[in-house]
C-alpha cells in the first residue's frame, strides 16, 4: 500500500554528499506522518527509484540508513518490498554505543546523566504511584536477592519498575539506555565482585521504595541521588574513567563455521558475524587514534586479512558505514577510508522510537528539564572561559527563526550548552529531544507555545540573550530560573513542586 508514501518530483534530492540521508529522512517523516504503521507494503524497489527520482545506488544507501533505524527494511522476493518496521531500544543503544566509544566516553559521564535522570524518576514515581504500583514495589523489595556476578546496586529490578511507574516512555527508555551503556562500560570491573555490599543497596532501595509509596516526592529523589553517588563510591576514580571495553576478542568465536561446514546450533547463536568484525575494526580503530581519512584497505586485502567470506565483509562495510566509522570508496585512491561519526545518528534513532511510541508533551517537558538544567549546572561547575560565552551567544537564534524554527530555537543555544559540559551522553540525549522538532513537533509542545508573531520572536530572542548573560556572570540561581521560565514558554507549563530538579554541579565532590 504505497498510499504512505509522499509523490517525490525528479530531480527532488540535490547533488550533494548527504542526499541518502535526506532521502532516508525523507522516509521516516512519511512512516511517521502515516502513524507508523507497522507492516504496511511502502512500495517495491522500482516503483519508489521512479517516485523519488533517484538512482538505485543513493536509494539503497538510504534504505541501509533507514533499515538502521529500524523503520523499514527491504524485503526481497514477489512478496517483498520496502515494510514498515517496528524499532527497539537496542537501535538506539547501539547507536549510543558506537558514537561513545569513538568519543571516548566514560562510566563517570554517564553516571553523571544518572544522576540527573535517575531523581526525576523517583520524584515523578512518588507523585503518580498507585496501589498496584505501591504492591509492586514492596513485592520487589522483599524478594529474595538473586545470585548474579552484577550487583543489585547498578542493575536492580527495582529501578526498572520505579521508571516505569513514572508513566513516562522517554524517562523509563533514557534511564534503560543508560543501565544498558554502564552495564557494557563496567562489566569487566563487575565479573570481579569490584561492587558495594549487597545488604546495603538492599538498605538503600527499602528507604527508596518507602518513600515513593508514601508519596514522598522531594524524600525519593534525595534517596535516588544519595544512592548514585554511593553507586559511584564503590569505583575508584580510575574505574569511572572507563570506556567501552573492546569487543573484538568475540571475533574468532563468531566466525566459526565460515569454512564452508554448516554451522552448529550454539554457533548460529553467536552474534552476527558482521556486526562483531564491525567492533573488532572500531577497537583497532580507537587504538591507533582514530585516524580520519586513512585508507584501511582494499576490499580483497581485507577480506584476506580477517579471514572472512565477501559476503560477510561487505555485510561489514554497511553496518560501519551506517555507524559512521568507515566508508567504501571506489576507484585506484579509495578503499575502506576511516571518517568521523556523528552523534545525529544516535539522537535520531532515539527520537524516532519515541515518537514510534508516541511520547506525549509533558513526558518530553519532564525529561527536557532536567536534561537542560543539568546542563547549566555541568556547564558553570566546569567554569565557563569568556570564549564559551562568545559561543553561546553565537547560537542564540536571531530573526531566522521564522524561516526556520527547527534551527533557530532548538540546535542552537541548547545544543551548544550541553556541548561546553564535555559530557558527550548528555549531548546525545539533548540532541534526542530536539530532534523531535522534526518528527511533528505539534504532538510535543503546546499549540501556543511558539509565537510566531513578531514580538514572539523577540521574546525568545531575549530568553535566550538573558540565560546567556546570567552565565557569563556566574549567577547560577538567575539562569536556572531565566531557563525554566524559556522552557515553560516554548514546552508547555512547569510545575516547580513536581520536578525537583537535582543540583549536580559538584557532582563527585558532594558524593
Same mark, same amino acid.
Given at each position: 500500500?504505497?498510499?504512505?508514501?509522499?509523490?517525490?518530483?525528479?530531480?527532488?534530492?540535490?547533488?550533494?554528499?548527504?542526499?541518502?540521508?535526506?532521502?532516508? *529522512?525523507?522516509?521516516?517523516?512519511?512512516? /511517521?506522518?502515516?502513524?507508523?504503521?507497522?507492516?504496511? +507494503?511502502?512500495?517495491?524497489?522500482?516503483?519508489?527509484?521512479?517516485?523519488?527520482?533517484?538512482?538505485?545506488?543513493?536509494?539503497?544507501?538510504?534504505?541501509?540508513?533507514?533499515?538502521?533505524?529500524?523503520?523499514?527494511?527491504?524485503?526481497?522476493?514477489?512478496?517483498?518490498?520496502?515494510?514498515?518496521?517496528? $524499532? +527497539?531500544?537496542?537501535?538506539?543503544?547501539?547507536?549510543?554505543?558506537?558514537?561513545?566509544?569513538?568519543?571516548?566516553?566514560?562510566?563517570?559521564?554517564?553516571?553523571?546523566?544518572?544522576?540527573?535522570?535517575?531523581?526525576? =524518576?523517583?520524584?515523578?514515581?512518588?507523585?503518580?504511584?498507585?496501589?498496584?504500583?505501591?504492591?509492586?514495589?514492596?513485592? %520487589?523489595?522483599?524478594?529474595?536477592?538473586?545470585?548474579?556476578?552484577?550487583?543489585?546496586?547498578?542493575?536492580?529490578?527495582?529501578? *526498572?519498575?520505579?521508571?516505569?511507574?513514572?508513566?513516562?516512555?522517554?524517562?523509563?527508555?533514557?534511564?534503560?539506555?543508560?543501565?544498558?551503556?554502564?552495564?557494557?562500560?563496567?562489566?569487566?570491573?563487575?565479573?570481579?565482585?569490584?561492587?558495594?555490599?549487597?545488604?546495603?543497596?538492599?538498605?538503600?532501595?527499602?528507604?527508596?521504595?518507602?518513600?515513593?509509596?508514601?508519596?514522598?516526592?522531594?524524600?525519593?529523589?534525595?534517596?535516588?541521588?544519595?544512592?548514585?553517588?554511593?553507586?559511584?563510591?564503590?569505583?575508584?576514580?580510575?574505574?569511572?574513567?572507563?570506556?567501552?571495553?573492546?569487543?573484538?576478542?568475540?571475533?574468532?568465536?563468531?566466525?566459526?563455521?565460515?569454512?564452508?561446514?554448516?554451522?552448529?546450533?550454539?554457533?548460529?547463536?553467536?552474534?552476527?558475524?558482521?556486526? &562483531? #568484525?564491525?567492533?573488532?575494526?572500531?577497537?583497532?580503530?580507537?587504538?591507533?587514534?582514530? @585516524?580520519?581519512?586513512?585508507?584501511?584497505?582494499?576490499?580483497?586485502? #581485507?577480506?584476506?586479512?580477517?579471514?572472512?567470506?565477501?559476503?560477510?565483509?561487505?555485510?561489514?562495510?554497511? &553496518?560501519?558505514?551506517?555507524?559512521?566509522?568507515?566508508?567504501?570508496?571506489?576507484?585506484?585512491?579509495?578503499?575502506?577510508?576511516?571518517?568521523? $561519526?556523528? @552523534?545525529? %545518528?544516535?539522537?535520531?534513532?532515539?527520537?524516532?522510537? %519515541?515518537?514510534?511510541?508516541?511520547?506525549?508533551?509533558?513526558?518530553?517537558?519532564?525529561?527536557?528539564?532536567?536534561?537542560?538544567?543539568?546542563?547549566?549546572?555541568?556547564? %558553570?561547575?566546569?567554569?565557563?572561559?569568556?570564549?564559551?560565552?562568545?559561543?553561546?551567544?553565537?547560537?542564540? $537564534?536571531?530573526?531566522?527563526?521564522?524561516?526556520?524554527?527547527?534551527?533557530?530555537?532548538?540546535?542552537?543555544?541548547?545544543?551548544?550548552?550541553?556541548?561546553?559540559?564535555?559530557?558527550?551522553?548528555?549531548?546525545?540525549?539533548?540532541?534526542?529531544?530536539?530532534?523531535?522538532?522534526?518528527?511533528?513537533?505539534?504532538?510535543?509542545?503546546?499549540?501556543?507555545?511558539?509565537?510566531?508573531?513578531?514580538?514572539?520572536?523577540?521574546?525568545?530572542?531575549?530568553?535566550?540573550?538573558?540565560?546567556?548573560?546570567?552565565?557569563?556572570?556566574?549567577?547560577? $540561581?538567575? =539562569?536556572?530560573?531565566?531557563?525554566?521560565?524559556?522552557?515553560?514558554?516554548?514546552?508547555?507549563?512547569?510545575?516547580?513542586?513536581?520536578?525537583? /530538579?537535582?543540583?549536580?554541579?559538584?557532582?563527585?565532590?558532594?558524593?
Amino acid at each position: 500500500m504505497s498510499h504512505i508514501v509522499a509523490e517525490q518530483a525528479k530531480g527532488s534530492f540535490p547533488e550533494t554528499r548527504k542526499r541518502a540521508p535526506l532521502l532516508a *529522512a525523507t522516509i521516516e517523516q512519511e512512516v /511517521v506522518d502515516a502513524g507508523w504503521p507497522v507492516g504496511e +507494503h511502502m512500495g517495491f524497489e522500482k516503483d519508489l527509484l521512479e517516485r523519488y527520482g533517484v538512482g538505485r545506488a543513493l536509494f539503497r544507501e538510504a534504505i541501509r540508513i533507514v533499515e538502521q533505524h529500524q523503520v523499514a527494511r527491504m524485503r526481497r522476493g514477489p512478496r517483498g518490498g520496502l515494510i514498515v518496521t517496528a $524499532p +527497539h531500544v537496542s537501535a538506539v543503544t547501539e547507536a549510543m554505543s558506537v558514537y561513545f566509544r569513538y568519543s571516548g566516553t566514560t562510566a563517570l559521564q554517564l553516571f553523571e546523566v544518572r544522576a540527573i535522570i535517575e531523581p526525576l =524518576a523517583a520524584e515523578t514515581a512518588a507523585h503518580r504511584i498507585t496501589e498496584d504500583g505501591i504492591e509492586r514495589l514492596r513485592h %520487589l523489595i522483599n524478594a529474595p536477592i538473586p545470585t548474579t556476578a552484577l550487583p543489585r546496586e547498578l542493575f536492580d529490578p527495582l529501578h *526498572a519498575a520505579i521508571a516505569e511507574l513514572t508513566n513516562n516512555f522517554a524517562l523509563s527508555l533514557f534511564l534503560d539506555v543508560i543501565n544498558r551503556l554502564l552495564t557494557q562500560f563496567l562489566a569487566p570491573l563487575l565479573q570481579v565482585g569490584h561492587s558495594p555490599t549487597i545488604e546495603q543497596g538492599r538498605s538503600v532501595h527499602a528507604e527508596l521504595a518507602q518513600a515513593i509509596m508514601e508519596g514522598d516526592a522531594v524524600q525519593a529523589g534525595w534517596l535516588a541521588r544519595q544512592h548514585v553517588f554511593s553507586m559511584m563510591d564503590g569505583f575508584s576514580d580510575e574505574d569511572l574513567q572507563a570506556t567501552a571495553p573492546s569487543s573484538s576478542g568475540q571475533l574468532g568465536v563468531a566466525l566459526e563455521g565460515q569454512t564452508g561446514r554448516p554451522a552448529s546450533t550454539s554457533q548460529a547463536q553467536n552474534p552476527k558475524m558482521a556486526a &562483531v #568484525l564491525a567492533s573488532r575494526i572500531e577497537d583497532e580503530l580507537i587504538t591507533s587514534g582514530w @585516524p580520519l581519512g586513512h585508507r584501511i584497505g582494499f576490499e580483497p586485502e #581485507l577480506i584476506e586479512t580477517y579471514g572472512v567470506s565477501r559476503a560477510v565483509f561487505r555485510e561489514t562495510v554497511r &553496518v560501519l558505514e551506517h555507524h559512521g566509522v568507515a566508508r567504501m570508496k571506489m576507484g585506484p585512491s579509495g578503499g575502506l577510508v576511516v571518517t568521523k $561519526p556523528s @552523534p545525529s %545518528l544516535a539522537s535520531q534513532a532515539t527520537a524516532l522510537l %519515541l515518537e514510534y511510541h508516541h511520547v506525549q508533551a509533558e513526558e518530553v517537558r519532564e525529561l527536557r528539564m532536567a536534561l537542560e538544567l543539568g546542563c547549566l549546572d555541568l556547564a %558553570l561547575a566546569k567554569g565557563l572561559s569568556p570564549a564559551d560565552i562568545t559561543s553561546l551567544t553565537d547560537a542564540t $537564534p536571531d530573526s531566522r527563526i521564522n524561516e526556520d524554527p527547527d534551527v533557530g530555537m532548538c540546535n542552537g543555544l541548547h545544543l551548544q550548552l550541553a556541548e561546553l559540559t564535555g559530557n558527550p551522553a548528555l549531548q546525545v540525549f539533548s540532541s534526542s529531544l530536539m530532534s523531535l522538532w522534526r518528527f511533528r513537533a505539534k504532538n510535543f509542545y503546546h499549540p501556543r507555545a511558539i509565537d510566531q508573531t513578531a514580538a514572539g520572536v523577540q521574546r525568545i530572542i531575549d530568553e535566550h540573550a538573558g540565560i546567556v548573560s546570567a552565565l557569563a556572570t556566574n549567577d547560577r $540561581p538567575v =539562569a536556572r530560573r531565566r531557563m525554566i521560565t524559556h522552557i515553560d514558554h516554548t514546552g508547555g507549563s512547569y510545575q516547580p513542586r513536581q520536578l525537583q /530538579v537535582p543540583d549536580i554541579g559538584s557532582l563527585r565532590e558532594s558524593s
